[in-house]
């Protein structure tokens, strides 16, 4: 049953139940009925189901998709992606009597297109290499479509411009990586990348806020395998450390490197400078330079409460 229920003069129409006018309907999806749960009257049949046919997945390489409907909309190609594409007709009624076929794609997808949509597919493989969530994808997906559109890095490669706007998107989402991990998952050189996210933030007119050595803490004492404790005596070190003034000009990845190497060392967790440069992505010689930097108030740098297995005396002095 039908009812209108009128809002700033216009009035909506509304399924509800005759006799329990403010139940809230149950929706059948197999028979496509509206169901009142209080006295099983079929309100609304004929429902239809806006939902996919069955489930498709991304990695499996059958030769048919079954799926009829295309994928879904997307707002940052021209047209919203909602295009037909005609495949080539095998049997002797596609063709006419010169041979010529019948039925002709009216529009095929514009250069422009198909650069954005294979920018946006390196993109996805390449945040998933790393497990970055869906949000960050879409952020850099729109990032790319600004600077495309402004041809503004025009002799630039596509791939160079992706791997640079999913750095930006990460620090702009607050989860940054390094460009060493960027680098990994792409086929750009670190150089290429960090120019090309020069020339970005120039011609967007935006900015990224400054990494911190609490923003890459948790991440790489997690990938070590070091335990709670470990994790914030490092990270006090670090803030310490910084708020000290003992490693001026030092990168916050070398300086949170170094604070990992001390507060692994002090506790029975230890880990090599080999073990820590492999996930940070620094060289050994470079968490030994800022390592140097804060040993000598290292006393003063660990947290109240933390529980020494070796104590600051006995620790390497590198």
């Not at 009812?3 to 509304?14: M, Q």
């Not at 048919?64 to 049997?91: E, F, H, Y």
């Not at 492999?278 to 108030?297: F, H, M, N």
């Amino acid at each position: 049953m039908f009812s209108s229920s009128s809002s700033d003069g216009l009035a909506l129409p509304r399924v509800q139940c005759p006799n329990h006018p403010d139940a809230i309907l149950v929706e059948d999806y197999r028979a496509g009925d509206m169901i009142c749960p209080d006295c099983g009257l079929v309100v609304g049949d004929r429902v239809i189901d806006v939902g996919s046919e069955w489930r498709t997945f991304s990695n499996e390489k059958a030769l048919k998709d079954p799926s009829r409907v295309g994928d879904a909309q997307n707002p940052l190609l021209n047209g919203g992606d909602l295009t037909t594409m005609i495949s080539k007709g095998t049997g002797a009624a596609s063709f006419d009597e010169f041979g010529n076929s019948k039925y002709q794609n009216r529009r095929t997808m514009s250069s422009s297109d198909r650069a954005m949509l294979n920018a946006f597919k390196e993109i996805s493989t390449m945040a998933d290499r790393i497990n970055l969530p869906r949000n960050i994808i879409d952020r850099t997906n729109n990032l790319f479509k600004q600077v495309y559109e402004q041809k503004s890095l025009k002799g630039r490669a596509n791939d160079a411009i992706a791997s640079a706007c999913l750095y930006i998107a990460c620090r702009q989402e607050g989860v940054p990586r390094t460009f060493k991990e960027i680098c990994a998952v792409s086929r750009i050189s670190k150089k290429e990348i960090g120019r090309c996210f020069k020339l970005i933030l120039k011609a967007l007119e935006t900015s990224v806020d400054l990494i911190t050595t609490g923003d890459f803490m948790s991440r790489f004492c997690s990938n070590l395998g070091l335990p709670k404790q470990v994790q914030m005596a490092a990270t006090f070190i670090a803030r310490k450390a910084v708020e000290l003034d003992l490693v001026p000009g030092r990168s916050p990845i070398s300086v949170a490197a170094a604070a990992i190497y001390m507060a692994s060392q002090a506790s029975a967790e230890k880990k090599t400078q080999k073990e820590i440069g492999d996930i940070a992505g620094v060289a050994d010689v470079t968490i030994r330079q800022s390592y140097r930097l804060i040993y000598p108030r290292a006393a003063e740098l660990f947290p109240p409460d933390f529980k020494f297995d070796t104590p600051v005396d006995k620790l390497p002095q590198l």
